[in-house]
T-cell receptor
Framework: DAGVIQSPRHEVTEMGQEVTLRCKPISGHNSLFWYRQTMMRGLELLIYFNNNVPIDDSGMPEDRFSAKMPNASFSTLKIQPSEPRDSAVYFC????????????FGQGTRLTVV | GQQVMQIPQYQHVQEGEDFTTYCNSSTTLSNIQWYKQRPGGHPVFLIQLVKSGEVKKQKRLTFQFGEAKKNSSLHITATQTTDVGTYFCAVHTPNDYKLSFGAGTTVTVRA
């Protein structure tokens, strides 16, 4: 298996533009997590899906952020409109599911909003 | 959600020395996981602890789960330059398996 695949690896966009980050989890994994990492705030959980259903989105910063998982093999995180403070590394991770399993992280998307 | 405090935030270690990083929770944990993130990389799973008082070793790394299952530690002996990175503890909430991470301990090594 290729592991968790995220695209793009790097994204530079202008303030106000829409940004879409993509994630393909490991096949057969039931849980998918989106995290944001910054120096100031560390590794923050934004949203968590189980069996394609959003279970907890309490970490989503505001309405500008939305996430979807239309099927078991694909998820998106969208920011509209983007702001400079959204600049961070965004990680997607998947796990087989349940509370006793490890999470496998993608390489991350480094987002810069100018 | 589940909150874990991780200390210290930074650890500067002389090559060959030992160090320990700690993870503490105010509530009893079902299990705890440890991850390592190399500079510029992504978090990679190291180990999971489940049982009260459990101790697991991976070469020079020793992981321990407290008797009350409220704290955990990672001890590295004879630190090497390959140990550079940030070490995170992570915990699941009991009912919905949300995985939350501590703030991490960033380790630098002086050769």
């Amino acid at each position: 298996d290729a592991g968790v695949i995220q695209s793009p690896r790097h994204e530079v966009t202008e303030m106000g533009q829409e940004v879409t980050l993509r994630c393909k989890p490991i096949s057969g994994h039931n849980s998918l997590f989106w995290y944001r990492q910054t120096m100031m705030r560390g590794l923050e959980l934004l949203i968590y899906f189980n069996n394609n259903v959003p279970i907890d989105d309490s970490g989503m910063p505001e309405d500008r952020f939305s996430a979807k998982m239309p099927n078991a093999s694909f998820s998106t995180l969208k920011i509209q409109p983007s702001e400079p403070r959204d600049s961070a590394v965004y990680f997607c991770a998947s796990s087989p599911g349940g509370g006793n399993t490890e999470a496998f992280f993608g390489q991350g998307t480094r987002l810069t909003v100018v | 959600g589940q909150q874990v405090m991780q200390i210290p935030q930074y650890q500067h270690v002389q090559e060959g020395e030992d160090f320990t990083t700690y993870c503490n929770s105010s509530t009893t944990l079902s299990n705890i996981q440890w991850y390592k993130q190399r500079p510029g990389g992504h978090p990679v799973f190291l180990i999971q602890l489940v049982k009260s008082g459990e101790v697991k070793k991976q070469k020079r790394l020793t992981f321990q789960f407290g008797e009350a299952k409220k704290n955990s530690s990672l001890h590295i002996t004879a630190t090497q330059t390959t140990d550079v990175g940030t070490y995170f503890c992570a915990v699941h909430t009991p009912n919905d398996y949300k995985l939350s991470f501590g703030a991490g301990t960033t380790v630098t090594v002086r050769a």
